[in-house]
T-cell receptor, first 110, second 114 residues
Framework: RKEVEQDPGPFNVPEGATVAFNCTYSNSASQSFFWYRQDCRKEPKLLMSVYSSGNEDGRFTAQLNRASQYISLLIRDSKLSDSATYLCVVNSNTGNQFYFGTGTSLTVIP | EAGVAQSPRYKIIEKRQSVAFWCNPISGHATLYWYQQILGQGPKLLIQFQNNGVVDDSQLPKDRFSAERLKGVDSTLKIQPAKLEDSAVYLC????????????FGPGTRLTVT
């Protein structure tokens, strides 16, 4: 079983739409969770960390559900510039090993 | 602030040849990571250094891959001999420490093995 699983999409949504991505992880002892963004043929960049209480950064909201072992990312009022691949990242219980999901592709359509 | 530097940006080699990639992390970052990203997949950690020591290399194919960070700054990743399935982007990332969770990635080296 993979450490981190994501729906690869693609998600094609119109501008202004709300879109949500989910990610599940297999190790219940995982400590830290993140969403990274990767533009086409570019390197990944940290979008936001995911805290137990949930956190929001502008149009982006991240949630963690430890009981069900999944994290989510909600994007409100989608912009064309949000088009990218969103990578779910989980840090192991030892703190040393980072596991990336395969990424979810988002295209925002005018 | 300068970012993570990598070279070369692109490399094409034939199978069974050798290749080496270089990474210079952000100044002051103690932790350095090498990832392999195959097209359509997420990055897979190959090896992680804390200063010049290896923290984790459990997913490094040690029969053909090697990496070093002798002085705790720059790092090189070598493949010898290369196989077709090694075609991927090799990403280097750094962070302030093992427990500093934000990783900063370099632009990557795109390797094609023919």
């Amino acid at each position: 079983r993979k450490e981190v699983e994501q729906d690869p999409g693609p998600f094609n949504v119109p501008e202004g739409a709300t879109v949500a991505f989910n990610c599940t992880y297999s190790n219940s002892a995982s400590q830290s969770f993140f969403w990274y963004r990767q533009d086409c043929r570019k390197e990944p960049k940290l979008l936001m960390s995911v805290y137990s209480s949930g956190n929001e950064d502008g149009r982006f909201t991240a949630q963690l559900n430890r009981a069900s072992q999944y994290i989510s990312l909600l994007i409100r009022d989608s912009k064309l510039s949000d088009s990218a691949t969103y990578l779910c990242v989980v840090n192991s219980n030892t703190g040393n090993q980072f596991y990336f999901g395969t990424g979810t592709s988002l295209t925002v359509i005018p | 602030e300068a970012g993570v530097a990598q070279s070369p940006r692109y490399k094409i080699i034939e199978k069974r040849q050798s290749v080496a990639f270089w990474c210079n992390p952000i100044s002051g970052h103690a932790t350095l990571y090498w990832y392999q990203q195959i097209l359509g997949q997420g990055p897979k950690l190959l090896i992680q250094f804390q200063n010049n020591g290896v923290v984790d290399d459990s997913q490094l194919p040690k029969d053909r891959f090697s990496a070093e960070r002798l002085k705790g700054v720059d790092s090189t990743l070598k493949i010898q001999p290369a196989k077709l399935e090694d075609s991927a982007v090799y990403l280097c990332a750094s962070s302030l420490s093992v427990r500093a969770y934000e990783q900063y990635f370099g632009p990557g080296t795109r390797l094609t093995v023919t």
